[in-house]
């Protein structure tokens, strides 16, 4: 383990370690780790868990329509496939506009391959993830309690 290229992510149930991929995502591998040296991500929700297909958090409004005062990202797509525990960007439909947005795919989902940026994977915790209650959004959302650089831990 890489410290300085891992996050813990930690949930109501417990950690979830995430190991970064510089090599796939340089740019948003730095931002991740600025945003969660910042405290952004915690507290925050996932406001949209689909059974079968991802949960999706880092909108500090709750709502999927926000994210942080930073400028968005340029994308940078890899052939690295969208499959159990792949941490991806959320962004709108124009492909610059990553920011702090991601989501955790919790079944094969091959049809985003290409199209969205893989900066991580879940390595240790996923069940946490299948746990998090599920809607669009959910009606008691799963929070992120504190989400850091496993070096700063």
């Known amino acids: 383990m890489d410290p300085e290229n891992t996050i813990i992510m930690t949930l109501d149930g ?3 370690t995430i190991k970064l991929r510089p090599d ?11 945003l969660a040296r910042e405290g952004f991500y915690d507290g ?4 949209r868990v689909i059974p079968g297909f991802m949960a999706q958090g880092g909108d500090p409004t709750g ?4 994210g942080s005062d930073k400028p968005n990202l340029k994308a940078e797509f890899s ?7 792949v941490c991806s960007m959320a962004r709108t439909n124009q492909p610059n506009s990553a920011n702090s947005q991601f989501f955790i795919c919790f079944d094969d989902a091959g049809f985003l391959d290409g199209q969205y940026t893989v900066w991580g994977e879940v390595t240790d915790g996923m069940d946490l993830i299948d746990g998090l209650p599920k809607g669009e959004p959910p009606r008691n959302p799963g929070k992120i309690v504190s ?3 496993a070096a700063d831990a």
């Open 14 to 16: 417990g950690p979830v």
């Open 79 to 85: 052939r690295e496939p969208h499959v159990r525990g």
């Open 24 to 34: 796939l995502a340089p740019g948003h591998v730095d931002r991740i780790k600025e």
């Open 147 to 149: 989400m850091k650089v």
């Open 63 to 66: 709502t999927g329509t926000s």
């Open 44 to 47: 925050v929700v996932f406001h």
